[in-house]
């Protein structure tokens, strides 16, 4: 069974930094696009970052260029979302996602299929 667990999300003051985990149970990474995305109260689910899994391509939102960095550990089956200089309007609920399309470069959620329970990040002082 495909099941991506998020963990690392917690509270930050704004300028601070905060590392997301995604571990992918029960598959070869080496097969399976997986991208993060958020949903903050109110508004719509939308596309943070993605990095596809057989070329390593990534792709992120405009509004995380330059702040976010995904990258992945094949062997730890585990995918990651470094994110630096916080501000508060990147607070939300961040979900991966997995797809069985390893040359996939998406940050639209109808391409995966397969979705973790989410982490709560807030940036607040």
């Known amino acids: 069974q495909v099941q991506p667990v998020e963990s690392g999300g917690g509270l930050v003051q704004p300028g601070g930094s905060l590392r997301l985990s995604c571990t992918v149970s029960?598959?070869?990474?080496?097969?399976?696009?997986v991208a993060w995305f958020r949903q903050a109260p109110g508004k719509k689910r939308e596309g943070v970052s993605c990095?596809?899994?057989?070329?390593?391509?990534?792709s992120y939102a405009d509004s995380v260029k330059g702040r976010f960095t995904i990258s992945r550990d094949s062997a730890k089956k585990t995918v990651y979302l470094q994110m630096n200089s916080l501000k508060p309007e990147d607070t939300a609920t961040y979900y991966c996602?997995?797809?069985?399309?390893?040359?996939?470069?998406?940050?639209?959620?109808?391409?995966?299929?397969?979705w973790g329970q989410g982490t709560q990040v807030t940036v607040a002082s």
């Open positions: 996602a997995a797809a069985q399309h390893p040359e996939l470069l998406s940050l639209n959620s109808v391409d995966f299929h397969f």
């Open positions: 029960g598959v070869d990474l080496d097969y399976y696009t």
């Open positions: 990095m596809s899994a057989r070329d390593g391509w990534t």
